[in-house]
Every structure is written in structure tokens, then in C-alpha cells.
């Protein structure tokens, strides 16, 4: 069989979500399954580490595809008459988008349909134009994948699809995730948070991620608490973060609100590990892979009782409603505080964690391409 992938998001030291799931998934894939041949077609030059196996094959198709109107250029032109040139049988594209002008079968991942429900989130070109293609790609897709049973319903629901036609892959997260010492964690905390204990968040900054609020809630438990529990932030802004700037500049506590910025996997490994509890308040998620990295380092959580994440972390963490900056701020001062909760969320998220694997992710994505045929 000749499967093309969709690899564009595959980018040296700059891989996001959906960069690891393709990472992770086709590093297995590739290397369990030599009698394939595997064409991936990056839209600019590669880094040689993504090329996995002696049965993969790079391929750069220009231009850069990163607007929308290169999108459509880009899978509509330039990915039809590159399948039809690799003779491919599958197309497999791990950011859902696919090609509506291609006549191969096609796997569309789709992580979540966040852009959806909430619209104007998003940039104008960028919300019109998965709005209008993705309820026709996933129409179009010989197969979906997804990474819950929540986006699983949600995308049937709303798109009109028959949920039979759509398998769910949990993501997986890296096993360099554990537990820490308290010599290691005493370290961390040493150089990114002048020794004190820290929560932490880890996501892009974006309107769903809900990070002005938590930089809210975080100043009512330090009003109430008198503590000296910083806060960590963790990720690059994105679009439309007024609103986080105006909640740090307007907070009693912007001395210990610190914002870190873009971390390497090996940083960010220890910096989650060392956290005193990761708080997630995002108000739509399809997983949510910080809260399972957070769950192999035994790491308690608080998070948002919205859409995937209670069906993620589950007894793993105690949910706020994220709209509440008062619940937040209550979540936030049980978890610091309350010691026999603590360890209970710890022992509960080292024991889910097991559940979720890259091995099982792999394993789901070949079965349903395996399925196109």
C-alpha cells in the first residue's frame, strides 16, 4: 500500500499537538509496518529526523501552506497532482484537512470542532474557512479519527456524520513525564520560581484557553490564602489576547505571575513535574494533552468541567465551571491545600495515566486506515 501523510506540521523544535500526534503516530506506524511504503509530504524544506524509516520517502510541495487561501491552493491543486504522481492509495492527514478534489480514499483526523462552536475565537479568514471546508471534508473522508468520545459525538452531531464512520485515537504523551525527586523538583523551582512552589499552565494563548481568567482567579487565592504559591504560564500568544494582558497588568500579584514563554520538551518534562498542581481552565477541549502530562508526574490537577477534559483526567483532578472566576479560585486553594486530597489525585493520576498510550494511538490510526480498504 502507498500512503501519502500530511506531515506539514511536522517542524524542528516547533511541534504543537497535532505535530506530536503525527510525530508519535507515524514513528510507530512507519517502523511496524515496512511492507508499506509511506510518502510524507512536508510544504517546505524537512528536518532528515522526521524521516522515520527506509519506507518513507520526503516529498516538499511548495508553497508554504500557513493562510487560508494557501490552504486551499495547497490541497485542492497542488496534493491532488502530487497523489496522482506517487500513485498513492490512502491519503492520511493528521490536521484534518484533506483534499476535496482527490478521488483516493482519505483519513481526516480531527482533533476538535472548538472552531465550531465559538467563531468569532478565531481569525475571520481562518473561522470562515474551516467553518465552510471541515463539515465537507469530513463528509468527504473515507474515515475520521479523533481524539475523544466527546469530539467523537460532537462531530457526528453537528456535522451530520454517521458516528460509525469515526474511530477515537486517545492522544499519548512522552514517557520522559514521571514522577520527580524533591531534589529535582527543589531545583526547578530554584530556576523558575525563585524556590517557591508554583501552579502551572501549559497551552497556547488563545480566547478557549482561558488564561485571563485564571490569571483572575489567581489573584482572589492569593487575596484569601496569603500565599506564596506562584503561577506559571506556559505557551505563546496566539490571537485576540487583550484581555490577558489587561487581567496581568490589573492584578495585586503580577510580581508572581510569570509567563515563560515557548519550553522545550526537555524543560517543560521538569517543569511539570515540579509544579505543586497544574491548573487547566480552558472552556473547550477535544483532550487536552497537558492534563496527561501532568498525570504521569503524579502532578494533582484543577481544571475546567467543560466538554473532553472530565473524560481525560477523570478522577485524576477536581473541575471548576471555567466560567467562574470564584470556583476557580476555590479549586485553586483545595488542591494547594488540602493534603489528603493531594495525595488522593496524585495516586489516582499515576494509575489513569496507564490508559493512555502513543503505542494505542498508533495502533487506532493504522486500523482505520487499514479500514479504507
Given at each position: 500500500?502507498?500512503?501519502?501523510?500530511?506531515?506539514?506540521?511536522?517542524?524542528?523544535?516547533?511541534?504543537?499537538?497535532?505535530?506530536?500526534?503525527?510525530?508519535?503516530s507515524f514513528f510507530r506506524i512507519t517502523k511496524e509496518h515496512p511492507e508499506h511504503q509511506f510518502?510524507?509530504?512536508?510544504?517546505?524544506?524537512?528536518?532528515?529526523?522526521?524521516?522515520?524509516?527506509?519506507?518513507?520517502?520526503?516529498?516538499?510541495?511548495?508553497?508554504?501552506?500557513?493562510?487560508?487561501?494557501?490552504?486551499?491552493?495547497?490541497?485542492?491543486?497542488?496534493?491532488?497532482?502530487?497523489?496522482?504522481?506517487?500513485?498513492?492509495?490512502?491519503?492520511v492527514s493528521p490536521d484534518g484537512y484533506i483534499s476535496l478534489k482527490s478521488d483516493i480514499s482519505?483519513?481526516?483526523?480531527?482533533?476538535?470542532?472548538?472552531?465550531?462552536?465559538?467563531?468569532?475565537?478565531?481569525?475571520?479568514?481562518?473561522?470562515?474557512?474551516?467553518?465552510?471546508?471541515?463539515?465537507?471534508?469530513?463528509?468527504?473522508?473515507?474515515?475520521?479519527?479523533?481524539?475523544?468520545?466527546?469530539?467523537?459525538?460532537?462531530?457526528?452531531?453537528?456535522?451530520?456524520?454517521?458516528?460509525?464512520?469515526?474511530?477515537?485515537?486517545?492522544?499519548?504523551?512522552?514517557?520522559?513525564?514521571?514522577?520527580?525527586?524533591?531534589?529535582?523538583?527543589?531545583?526547578?523551582?530554584?530556576?523558575?520560581?525563585?524556590?517557591?512552589?508554583?501552579?502551572?499552565?501549559?497551552?497556547?494563548?488563545?480566547?478557549?484557553?482561558?488564561?485571563?481568567?485564571?490569571?483572575?482567579?489567581?489573584?482572589?487565592?492569593?487575596?484569601?490564602?496569603?500565599?506564596?504559591?506562584?503561577?506559571?504560564?506556559?505557551?505563546?500568544?496566539?490571537?485576540?489576547?487583550?484581555?490577558?494582558?489587561?487581567?496581568?497588568?490589573?492584578?495585586?500579584?503580577?510580581?508572581?505571575?510569570?509567563?515563560?514563554?515557548?519550553?522545550?520538551?526537555?524543560?517543560?518534562?521538569?517543569?511539570?513535574?515540579?509544579?505543586?498542581?497544574?491548573?487547566?481552565?480552558?472552556?473547550?477541549?477535544?483532550?487536552?494533552?497537558?492534563?496527561?502530562?501532568?498525570?504521569?508526574?503524579?502532578?494533582?490537577?484543577?481544571?475546567?468541567?467543560?466538554?473532553?477534559?472530565?473524560?481525560?483526567?477523570?478522577?485524576?483532578?477536581?473541575?471548576?465551571?471555567?466560567?467562574?472566576?470564584?470556583?476557580?479560585?476555590?479549586?485553586?486553594?483545595?488542591?494547594?491545600?488540602?493534603?489528603?486530597?493531594?495525595?488522593?489525585?496524585?495516586?489516582?493520576?499515576?494509575?489513569?495515566?496507564?490508559?493512555?498510550?502513543?503505542?494505542?494511538?498508533?495502533?487506532?490510526?493504522?486500523s482505520s486506515i487499514e479500514k479504507c480498504f
Amino acid at each position: 500500500m502507498r500512503i501519502a501523510v500530511n506531515t506539514r506540521l511536522l517542524l524542528k523544535n516547533k511541534l504543537e499537538g497535532i505535530g506530536w500526534f503525527t510525530f508519535e503516530s507515524f514513528f510507530r506506524i512507519t517502523k511496524e509496518h515496512p511492507e508499506h511504503q509511506f510518502y510524507f509530504i512536508f510544504d517546505r524544506p524537512y528536518d532528515k529526523s522526521f524521516v522515520f524509516n527506509n519506507n518513507v520517502t520526503p516529498i516538499v510541495v511548495s508553497p508554504p501552506a500557513r493562510h487560508p487561501f494557501l490552504w486551499y491552493y495547497w490541497f485542492e491543486y497542488k496534493i491532488p497532482k502530487t497523489l496522482k504522481a506517487i500513485k498513492a492509495d490512502v491519503l492520511v492527514s493528521p490536521d484534518g484537512y484533506i483534499s476535496l478534489k482527490s478521488d483516493i480514499s482519505q483519513v481526516a483526523v480531527i482533533h476538535d470542532i472548538n472552531f465550531y462552536h465559538a467563531p468569532k475565537g478565531l481569525p475571520f479568514f481562518t473561522s470562515h474557512y474551516m467553518n465552510h471546508f471541515f463539515p465537507r471534508f469530513a463528509q468527504k473522508a473515507k474515515r475520521i479519527v479523533t481524539v475523544s468520545q466527546f469530539s467523537r459525538t460532537d462531530i457526528a452531531k453537528y456535522f451530520k456524520i454517521d458516528i460509525n464512520k469515526i474511530d477515537v485515537a486517545y492522544n499519548g504523551a512522552s514517557d520522559s513525564y514521571r514522577p520527580l525527586s524533591e531534589d529535582e523538583m527543589k531545583l526547578i523551582r530554584e530556576k523558575f520560581a525563585e524556590g517557591k512552589p508554583y501552579f502551572l499552565f501549559v497551552g497556547a494563548f488563545n480566547p478557549r484557553k482561558n488564561v485571563a481568567r485564571l490569571i483572575e482567579a489567581y489573584d482572589i487565592f492569593r487575596k484569601s490564602t496569603n500565599s506564596a504559591i506562584q503561577l506559571l504560564l506556559i505557551g505563546e500568544p496566539m490571537f485576540k489576547t487583550d484581555d490577558i494582558d489587561k487581567a496581568y497588568k490589573n492584578s495585586t500579584h503580577k510580581n508572581d505571575v510569570k509567563f515563560l514563554g515557548r519550553k522545550g520538551p526537555d524543560e517543560l518534562t521538569k517543569i511539570t513535574g515540579a509544579a505543586h498542581a497544574v491548573i487547566y481552565p480552558s472552556t473547550f477541549e477535544g483532550f487536552g494533552i497537558p492534563l496527561l502530562e501532568a498525570m504521569k508526574c503524579g502532578i494533582p490537577i484543577a481544571a475546567s468541567n467543560a466538554t473532553a477534559i472530565p473524560e481525560i483526567a477523570g478522577n485524576s483532578a477536581i473541575y471548576f465551571d471555567p466560567y467562574s472566576v470564584d470556583e476557580m479560585a476555590n479549586a485553586m486553594q483545595r488542591v494547594a491545600y488540602e493534603t489528603e486530597l493531594r495525595e488522593t489525585l496524585s495516586a489516582n493520576a499515576l494509575k489513569r495515566q496507564q490508559q493512555f498510550s502513543w503505542d494505542n494511538t498508533a495502533r487506532v490510526l493504522f486500523s482505520s486506515i487499514e479500514k479504507c480498504f
